[in-house]
Each structure stands twice: as structure tokens, then as C-alpha cells.
């Protein structure tokens, strides 16, 4: 890209860990479902791939799944059927040389590529008459959320989602540890640059991070310093897994899914507990996960929840949420946003020190040649409502 644009800045290169970024600017996770039997298709590197000749610095992909049953459910590994839909898994031979293809498509591009590692937790539907139905829910207490939280769901929704289970124990526990650090060490053997831990939006690590959700009165639970046993654990795992040479970020985020309005950490004071922890474990990026940048986290003060990352620990940060789109607040990610120009506002904010790395979602899904257009100030498309649908990977 030639210099002397709005988003020059962002263009800089930057090194974490020994790992040079082309430039500040990360494709943010999102689920495609176009991996059949875990398996990421040609078509899935060939859409990475082009966001990364876009000029993407790095790609944080769509969640994938690390070898756990209670993960699974969303697609059928085992059912030989000739499935167009599936969610990706980073074990077994034919997910990681698919994996090998994405990875070698994305970096012949000039860009670095992380796998977003995932566990369910609650968020796990029982499957509808798939072969895993039979199994159960892994949470750290088995139990959703509050009777507020529930009480907030449609009636579909909660009969989807709330069911009591049992809670995970000690060798359950373990063993997702491990299924984590095993995932890592696979996604290092394809190629990949890095390792992106997804914390946040209400799935397993984010459990046993949450009041609502953590009950426990073991090691595993207990005050918000207590309940980040589990997260710092994994990221343990994970680092003893690749080494000293491969990068770990960890997403996080104040809101869930299914409650947009709920509080992660109540003061920045309890975010620093936990970031501080999550770094001392081995977390090399944050990525501070807002449904849109502008929102501000903590009453009496205008701050995002990257620049209060930002403030409190000493790692670079990612600003997530709302480039080039906007939705009113309690939407939903898969409702078509209104596409805006925020360019300008975005760069105040990264030369006010308020985010090291700009996450960029739907802009991204809905034209590859986004950031392109950024730069040269051409006008950016219509957002097309297709891209947002399960399957695409244009
Ligand atoms: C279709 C779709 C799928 C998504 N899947 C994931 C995912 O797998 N993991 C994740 O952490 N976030 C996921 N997200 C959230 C995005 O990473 C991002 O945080 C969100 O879209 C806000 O950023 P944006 O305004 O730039 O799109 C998804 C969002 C969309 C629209």
C-alpha cells in the first residue's frame, strides 16, 4: 500500500514476542460454518486468503473447536453424512491439513493467522437428533445464568439453553485443560503465528470467570480472583504447549450473548485483577471485546474497555467492535448493520493511546477490499445481508 492516508498509522508494523505484524489491523473472529466434518475447506482459505491480500496484517479466525464432546453438537463428526454446514476443530488429520492449506494460503498473502480456540460451555444447544445428543453441558456449575437472565429469554431460547446439568469436576476440568494445550500444539504443527484463547461472550473460559455462572466453592470458584483459576490455567497450558516463540491473545468481554448488559468486572479495579493475572500467565495481546467501540464500561468515565485495557496492563490491546458499521445496542450481530464511515473517529482514538490493534468484523465479511477503500477514501459497498448467513465465504 502506498503512504499518505487517513490510516497510515495503522499501517505501521509492529513486533510482539519476536512476531512481526505487517501492520495494526486484525481480522476479528467469525464463525462461518463451511468446514463439513471439521474439516476448513478450500473455500474457507481461499476467504481468508483474500482478506489477507485485502491487506489485513493478521487473522484471528472463526471460533474452532478444541477435542472435548461438550463442545460439540453443532455439527456431526461421526454421522458420515455429507454435511455442508460444520464448525471447524483443531484435532485430527484431515482438520489439520485443512488448516495447513488456510494457514500456507494466508501467509503466501503476507499475513500472520491465529486460530480462535473455543469451548461452548453453556452455550452448547443439546444436538437435535445428531450423534452427540447424548452428550451433557459443560459448565463450571451447571447452571445457565440468574433467573434474571433466564427469565430474559424467549421461550424457544430457554428451552434450548437452560438445562440444568451437573457441574463439570475436577477430572472434567482437566481434561479441557489439557484438550486446550493439545489444540495449541496442533495449530503450531500446521503453521499457525499465534494462539487467540476466546474468553469472552459467555462460553466455557468466560463461565467460570462470571459470578452468574461460577457457584463453585472449590479452587475452581470463589471471588473474581478465585473464579480466574480456570482461564489462567489454560493459558498455562497453552504457553507450556508452544513455547516461548508463539503469541497468546485472550478475548474478553463485559457482555455476553445473551445478556448484552452484563457487568464481567464492576470496577476497573477488579479488570486489573484479572488482566494482571491473565499476563503473568502468558497473555501477550488483549482483545477487549465491545459490540461496538463507542460504548463506555464504567460509570463516570468515557472509557472503552480497550483504553481501560490499555491503562491498567502492560500488554498491547486490541479495539473490537463497530468499524464501518453500527447497530443499536441490543441487536444482534447477524442482523445486517448500517454501514458508516467512523474512520476518522477511530484514528483519534488510536493516536489518544486508546488500542494498540484495530479488530475489524462484518466490514471485513462484507468486502475483503475494505481496509483498501479505507486508505484511498473510494466509498465503501452496501452491506449485503447474504454475507452474514452460516456458509458464506466469499
Ligand atoms: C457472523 C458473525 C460470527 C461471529 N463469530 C464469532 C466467533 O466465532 N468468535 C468471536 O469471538 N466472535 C465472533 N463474532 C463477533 C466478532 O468477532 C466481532 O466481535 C463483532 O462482530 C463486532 O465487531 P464488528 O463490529 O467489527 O463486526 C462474530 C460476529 C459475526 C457477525
Redesign the pocket.
Known sequence: MSSSSRIDALLEPVTVRGVKFPNRVIM?????GASPNGVPSPEVAAYYRRRAEGGVGAI?T??VFIEDKGTMGKFDLEGGEDLKIGWPVMFGDAPLEGWRRVVDEVHAAGGLIFP?L?HLGIQRTPAKGQAWSDIHISSPSGIWGTPEQIAGLDEEKAKALNCPEKAMTEDEIRAVINAFAEAAANAKSVGFDGI?L?G??GYLIDNFMREETNLRTDDWGGDHVGRMRFAVEVVRAVRTAIGDDTLISF?FSQWTHHDVDAMLTKTPEELQDILQLLADAGVDIF?A????FRDPVYEGSPLNISAWTRKLVDRPVVM??????R?ERHES??KP?QVVDNVDEIMERFAAGEFDFL???????NDPNWLQRARTGEPFLDFNPA??K?GYVE
Not at 473490537?320 to 458499521?325: A, L, Q
Not at 479488530?359 to 465479511?365: K, V
Open positions: 476479528s473472529p467469525m464463525t462461518r484471528f472463526e471460533s480462535q473455543m487467540a476466546h469472552g461472550h478475548r482483545e471485546s465491545a459490540r461496538d473490537v467492535g463497530g468499524t464501518g458499521v447497530r450481530a447477524l448493520p479488530a475489524i468484523g462484518r466490514a471485513l465479511l454475507c452474514l452460516m
